[in-house]
């Protein structure tokens, strides 16, 4: 994958392997938020730099649609391979492609010339100050929801104040157990780091499983953050985690709920419109040549997340 050491770019990988085998994210370097004192809700002012196949980049692309912010952020998304790590096509003012190429660690390095780290998306980019505000995943969900309510269209709250306490509880195991979860299978080193990771998967997609039964979404009648959070992996879990990350217990459309709750997300605007599922597999597939040598891309699994769903009487209000 590469990283940048002092500013410039080595293709060597780092080390992200812990005690035991064990896969570890490292941390994430830029965390201002929208809202600050040097960073204000502004229209045209700030710019995502995603990448299609990512699931926390995808996390801020749905944000982005349901909460309507589209003319009031702008994206540009990966769509090329990762010679040098995420590659785009397309620029952004003074940050535009040589050779039809712009590297996102030069969107780092501009701003940090001598940055030694991962590169990463998504990046929240400040097109005045010509800086990163932050490029967590987790703490741009959680700005997006509320930080542009001013200007912005009023749209429905993803973090509503009575429901934070169970989202952060819900997020944490979330996290932990499966949207890091499935990269915890794939990327151990060891069998013991591998069986430990499945079985957290799967065990914590069987309480979920069960949980669905009770609710149409994670909490109750309506979306939160924390479906956001899940649907970023569901959506990749058959295509993708079964076969490469080895995460074969079970297809989520195997699960009695989690399928149904999958489709009923696809089909709500927002979701199933910022999938690009032929990215998606060339992004794991094609790339991760530690895990897939050959860069071979599947063919299947033929998945229709469009056929009806059973989720709607679910609702209390149905
Ligand atoms: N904690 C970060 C993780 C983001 C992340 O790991 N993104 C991956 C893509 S899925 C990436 O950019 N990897 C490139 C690399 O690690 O070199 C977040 O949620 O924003």
Request: hydrophobic share 35%.
């Amino acid at each position: 994958m590469g990283m940048l050491l002092d500013g410039s770019w080595v293709n060597d990988d780092p080390e992200m392997t812990g005690q035991g085998g064990t896969f570890q994210r490292p941390h994430s370097t830029f965390r201002a938020a929208i809202g600050d004192a040097d960073h204000p809700a502004e229209a045209g002012r700030y710019h995502l730099f995603t990448a299609p196949t990512c699931p926390w980049a995808h996390r801020t692309l749905i944000a982005r649609r349901i909460k309507k912010l589209e003319a009031i952020i702008s994206v540009t998304e990966a769509d090329q391979p990762k010679h040098q790590g995420w590659t785009f096509s397309d620029g952004i003012d003074d940050l535009q492609p040589v050779n039809g190429k712009l590297y996102l660690h030069q969107v780092y390095s501009t701003v940090v010339p001598d940055f030694t780290g991962r590169v990463t998306v998504p990046v929240l980019w400040d097109r005045k100050t010509h800086s990163i505000v932050n490029n967590e995943s987790s703490d741009i969900l959680r700005m997006l929801d509320s930080a542009f309510n001013d200007i912005a269209p009023a749209s429905f709250d993803y973090y509503p104040a009575p429901l934070r306490e169970q989202i952060d509880a819900l997020n944490s195991t979330l996290y932990d157990t499966i949207n890091n979860g499935v990269y915890r299978c794939g990327f151990a080193k060891s069998q013991e780091a591998y069986d430990a990771a499945f079985d957290a998967l799967f065990s914590a997609l069987d309480t979920l499983d069960d949980r669905l039964g009770r609710s149409r979404y994670l909490i109750g009648d309506q979306i939160t953050e924390c479906d956001i959070r899940l649907f970023t992996t569901l959506v990749r879990f058959d295509a993708v985690y079964v076969s490469h990350f080895k995460c074969n217990r079970n297809r989520i459309s195997d699960f009695e709920h989690l399928g149904q709750y999958l489709r009923d997300l696809y089909q709500t605007p927002g979701f199933g419109d910022t999938v690009d599922m032929p990215q998606i597999k060339r992004g794991y597939f094609a790339e991760h040549r530690h895990i897939n040598p050959t860069g071979i891309i599947p063919q299947g699994p033929a998945l229709d997340f469009t056929a009806p769903h059973d989720r709607a009487q679910m609702s209390s209000a149905a």
